[in-house]
T-cell receptor, first 111, second 114 residues
Framework: QEKVQQSPESLIVPEGAMSSLNCTFSNSASQSIWWYQQHPGKGPEALISIFSNGNKKEGRLTVYLNRASLHVSLHIRDSQPSDSAVYLCAVSRTNAYKVIFGKGTHLHVLP | EAAVTQSPRNKVAVTGGKVTLSCNQTNNHNNMYWYRQDTGHGLRLIHYSYGAGSTEKGDIPDGYKASRPSQENFSLILELATPSQTSVYFC?????????????FGPGTRLTVL
């Protein structure tokens, strides 16, 4: 069974700072990695995905994937109070129906 | 835009009662999923479906049944509800096209079993 671990559990940063979230997974065959954002009382929403080794940038978000170390990170530049939410890392394999989620990182951005 | 709706949004049930949670998606996605989310456990997969008429067990299926009568609808059924099933339940839809597994989630149902 694939395992997904996220760290830290909670992260507090001041407005304008860089937020860095980490995720490790247990199976190098995992093909796709997604990051989801979940605000209180809402369902998760997909933010950004990565499939190949290396990095991907979208707006203030950058994600880095290192398959050799089974590690992926999400970095949020110029963090805003509206970024305060739980961030979930999710991994799956090609042609697999199941997606495995981590327990999440609670991000608090202080104004 | 993707749309997944759930009903009811809140439900209080008694122990031993039957509870049905409903989910509807207008994305025309083949795959649908039921998760529960609890503090300390994150999102856990209960049942999923890859098309009308199919249901598959997820990681924690005990005490739950699922039904997928059509492409759009996916229900989660608790035949004999227990207090341990108090949780927030999320439905999601998605397609595994090209190895991508983005899932679109509904707003959730908060279930309390007394």
């Amino acid at each position: 069974q694939e395992k997904v671990q996220q760290s830290p559990e909670s992260l507090i940063v001041p407005e304008g700072a860089m937020s860095s979230l980490n995720c490790t997974f247990s199976n190098s065959a995992s093909q796709s990695i997604w990051w989801y954002q979940q605000h209180p009382g809402k369902g998760p929403e997909a933010l950004i995905s990565i499939f190949s080794n290396g990095n991907k940038k979208e707006g203030r978000l950058t994600v880095y994937l290192n398959r050799a170390s089974l590690h992926v990170s999400l970095h949020i530049r110029d963090s805003q109070p509206s970024d305060s939410a739980v961030y979930l890392c999710a991994v799956s394999r090609t042609n697999a129906y199941k997606v495995i989620f981590g327990k999440g990182t609670h991000l608090h951005v202080l104004p | 835009e993707a749309a997944v709706t759930q009903s009811p949004r809140n439900k209080v049930a008694v122990t031993g009662g039957k509870v049905t949670l409903s989910c509807n998606q207008t994305n025309n996605h083949n795959n649908m999923y039921w998760y529960r989310q609890d503090t300390g456990h994150g999102l856990r997969l209960i049942h999923y479906s890859y098309g009308a008429g199919s249901t598959e067990k997820g990681d924690i299926p005990d005490g739950y049944k699922a039904s997928r009568p059509s492409q759009e609808n996916f229900s989660l059924i608790l035949e004999l509800a227990t207090p341990s099933q108090t949780s927030v339940y999320f439905c999601a839809s998605g397609d595994a096209a090209g190895g991508a597994h983005e899932q679109y989630f509904g707003p959730g149902t908060r279930l309390t079993v007394l």
